[in-house]
């Protein structure tokens, strides 16, 4: 059964620092995808990581994976307020198309 | 324009009733599933289904039932609700392999 856990689940930040959220899984994934929600919002695909190795960058966020030890990171650069929201990661099954979502990271960036 | 929708946006019943929760879509995308959002719990999977008439159990199918007569349509029913079901109700659509994009949620009070 593919679990997973990211951490931490709350984040508060101060703007300008850089941070990074973790997402382990439990076994084999074949893709890995990184959400954001805004509260009371839906959720919002922002990276999909495809193989060992992939990096993602969109702005301030930076994704990669690394499938042997099963761990994706996203990192944040120079926090700004406008990134405070929820991040999950979830990852598919070998079948590819069942998603297994994380708990999320709650991120707080405080001016 | 293209989405996903989903009805109603908010609902209270009571334990006991049946309640059905619509998602509608306008990619035609093959794939569409039906998550729970709880506290503490990230997104669970309660059914998915990969075509019209193909439907299969996710993570915490029981007192749920679906149906997928449309390729566009993907209802979920509470036949009996029950406080343990209120929730945030997301549904989600996808290709094969490709970001599931998310309806806004229905909240469900169940008292």
């Known amino acids: 059964e593919l679990k997973v856990e990211q951490n931490p689940l709350f984040l508060s930040m101060q703007e300008g620092k850089n941070y990074t959220i973790y997402c382990n899984y439990s076994t084999t994934s074949d893709r890995l995808y990184w959400y954001r929600q805004d509260p009371g919002k839906s959720l919002e695909s922002l990276f999909v990581l495809l193989s060992n190795g992939a990096v993602k960058q969109e702005g301030r966020l930076m994704a990669s994976l690394d499938t042997k030890a099963r761990l994706s990171t996203l990192h944040i650069t120079a926090a700004v307020h406008d990134l405070s929201a929820t991040y999950f990661c979830?990852?598919?099954?070998?079948?590819?198309?069942?998603?297994?979502f994380g708990g999320g990271t709650r991120l707080m960036v405080k001016p | 324009d293209a989405g996903i929708t989903q009805s109603p946006r908010y609902k209270i019943t009571e334990t006991g009733r049946q309640v059905t929760l619509m998602c509608h879509q306008t990619w035609s995308h093959s794939y569409m599933f039906w998550y729970r959002q709880d506290l503490g719990h990230g997104l669970r999977l309660i059914y998915y289904s990969a075509a019209a008439d193909i439907t299969d159990k996710g993570e915490v199918p029981d007192g749920y039932v679906v149906s997928r007569s449309k390729t566009e349509n993907f209802p979920l029913t509470l036949e009996s609700a029950t406080r343990s079901q209120t929730s945030v109700y997301f549904c989600?659509?996808?290709?094969?392999?490709?970001?599931?994009?998310f309806g806004d949620g229905t909240r469900l009070s169940i008292l």
């Open positions: 979830a990852a598919s099954n070998n079948a590819g198309n069942m998603l297994t």
């Open positions: 989600a659509s996808s290709e094969y392999s490709q970001p599931q994009h």
